[in-house]
């Protein structure tokens, strides 16, 4: 399953199924799981674990040195789940010692062509990255979550599980869970319903998540006296509760 053009580290660990085309190169300290597809003239370079039935397409480079200026050739790494796509020209970089010292990307992922994921960042599952969106370090995107072609993420931002990034959006601040933003800056435009009944939310849970929103983004409430008000509604609604204490470890602010 190897071609004969591509080069592949004696160091590397390749399950017997994994394909890898002509004139790709695989370093040494990688790690690659069955059944996983790796395209031609891509780069994949260690310490890096890649799970099962991946897909790496042309030209991507995956797992090479943070582009960190405080980075001095540490061992970190760059761990990947399960069926993700990374699409022509994606850059994915280990992480650095001045984090957790690893990048983390979790499984069903979509990583259109063109998206950079900075050192340190942590994805979950099921998310999508549209063309060229670029995140800074230590970034952190729940599941579900979409962004839209050419948004840019300022580094430490954290974006919630079901997000909405609209396509240009430039982002500084956190964005809650189930919420839709856009702009330069960002700022929010409401709540991802049509995304939330594709995943089998119900109308009263949608209901309740408009109505945390609400009094977020439209009672002119305090975010202390919103919290207030949040608090024993999280206490009865799962998916309030998740709202909740997303805003509860919120590092550079919310969007507003």
Partial sequence: MIDARAIVSPDAQLAPDVSVAPFSIIGAQVRIGPRTIIGPHV????????????HIFQFASIGDAPQDKKYRGEAT???????????????????????KGV???????????????????????????????????HVEVGDWAILGGLVAVH???????????????ILSRDVPPYVMVAGNPAVPHGV???????RGFSDEQIR????????????????????????PLAEQQPEIRTFVEFINRSTRSLVR
Avoid: W
């Fill in 155 to 169: 580094q430490f931002t954290k974006i919630g599980a079901h997000a909405f990034l609209g396509g240009g959006a």
């Fill in 77 to 99: 790494g760059l761990e990947i789940g399960d069926r993700n796509v990374f699409r022509e020209s994606c850059t994915i970089n280990r992480g650095t010692t001045h984090d």
């Fill in 208 to 231: 309740h998540i408009r109505e945390a929103y609400r009094l977020l983004y439209r009672s002119e409430l305090k975010l202390t006296e919103a919290l207030e008000r949040l608090a």
């Fill in 103 to 137: 990048t983390r990307i979790g499984s069903d992922n979509l990583f259109m062509a063109y998206a950079h994921v900075a050192h340190d960042c942590v994805i979950g599952d099921n998310t999508v990255f549209a063309n060229s969106v670029a995140l800074g370090g």
């Fill in 43 to 54: 780069v994949v370079n260690g310490p890096t674990k890649i799970g099962s039935d991946n």
């Fill in 192 to 198: 991802n319903a049509e995304g939330l009944r594709r």
